[in-house]
């Protein structure tokens, strides 16, 4: 697992809290709509985490999908895009 | 920003798009809705285009405080323009409220028609009898919701279920109906705004085949800078199934 994964999956867990995700396992296929069952407003707030932690800001990435792309998208892509973003600082 | 303290509790907030700029701010509908709805479809569309754009969940909404009482239109409205204190915008800001939430928008732009550039309304009743009959409704439909999410303990059956996102919604719905003011003080009116004293421009955006188009034309009627803009072969749901065509239409608006 790739740290950018590793780091995700921490910050989705204090997103998603402890109580649902003890039967999880967080994975690059994992999605956030179907399998972590996320809100649309959780994924807002996940957002503002990821910004504040890796200093990326999605609006752009998330400007070109709709609400149910985005919530049927998984965590390895939202990682790769993170990694790529924070590639070019 | 993500939370703002405004009239003693606790907003969540986001701002998209520059710091200058002419700014808009959305409201969102009613119970199920919060701002995520305008997050995933307007908000940064209108960023790009160099519009400040700020996004809050109402009192009891998304992730904001959920206070015991105080849901009329009107403290709705207060709470938006302490959030703009909050964040020291002082310059009059363009509001635009889906469903529900135009509502709002109106009611503030006559608490305080100095602080209101214009009101884009979509899909909302602000006046008149269509605005009458559709805040009946409403009570109605929520009594009715409320008293089901109560005996059924829907959430719970859910949550058994492995239905995470659907038993939080319900939750949290059931707290909101059974746990506040809320369908009191829907039902205790008059909320509607009095369109005739509204003096900003309006920008009304409706489905054509929406049950409260009767609105439209009353907008029309009544406010004098007013511009209609329907959305053919759509009801109530513009925000989310003509989102492209309301973004023009915005911007046209704005002339941004």
Redesign the interface.
């Known amino acids: 697992m790739s740290d950018v994964l590793t780091r995700l999956a921490q910050i989705i867990s204090e997103v998603v809290g402890p109580d649902f995700l003890l039967d999880v396992e967080i994975t690059r296929e994992t999605t956030f709509s179907d399998d972590l069952g996320l809100e649309s407003i959780e994924f807002v707030a996940l957002a503002d985490k990821l910004r504040a932690h890796y200093d990326v800001d999605l609006v752009g990435f998330l400007a070109d999908m709709d609400i149910d792309e985005i919530m049927a998208m998984s965590v390895g892509r939202l990682a790769d895009h993170i990694e790529m973003a924070a590639a070019r600082g | 920003m993500?939370e703002v303290e405004a009239r003693g509790l606790r907003f969540h907030v986001?701002t998209?798009g520059p710091d200058d700029g002419p700014t808009l701010v959305f409201v969102h509908g009613l119970v199920m809705d919060?701002?995520?709805?305008f997050?995933?479809?307007l908000?940064?569309?209108l960023?790009?285009k160099g519009v400040r754009t700020i996004l809050f969940?109402l009192r009891g909404h998304?992730?904001s405080a959920r206070p015991s009482s105080g849901y009329t239109p009107h403290d709705s409205a207060l709470d938006l323009l302490a959030i703009l204190d909050a964040l020291g915008i002082r310059t009059p800001v363009y509001l635009l409220g889906n469903s529900y939430g135009g509502v709002v928008a109106m009611r503030t732009a006559l608490a305080d028609p100095y602080r209101v550039a214009g009101v884009v309304v979509v899909e909302a009743a602000c006046g008149g009898i269509v605005g009458d009959l559709w805040f009946e409704d409403m009570v109605n439909t929520l009594t009715v919701a409320a008293l089901g999410l109560e005996f059924d303990r829907t959430q719970d059956q859910l949550k058994a279920l492995?239905?995470?996102?659907?038993?939080?919604?319900a939750g949290n719905a059931s707290e909101l109906l059974n746990g506040t003011t809320l369908i009191d003080d829907l039902g205790s009116g008059p909320h509607l705004a009095d369109l005739a004293a509204v003096t900003c421009p309006v920008l009304g955006v409706f489905g054509a085949e929406s049950t409260l188009i009767g609105a439209a034309a009353e907008l029309a009627e009544r406010i004098p800078d007013c511009r209609l803009h329907v959305v053919s072969g759509l009801g109530h749901t513009v925000l989310?199934e003509a989102?492209g065509e309301l973004l023009d239409t915005v911007l046209d608006w704005l002339r941004v």
Do not use: M
């Open positions: 993500a986001q998209l919060n701002l995520s709805s997050y995933y479809t908000a940064a569309p960023a790009a969940d998304g992730l492995g239905q995470r996102k659907i038993a939080r919604l989310r989102t």
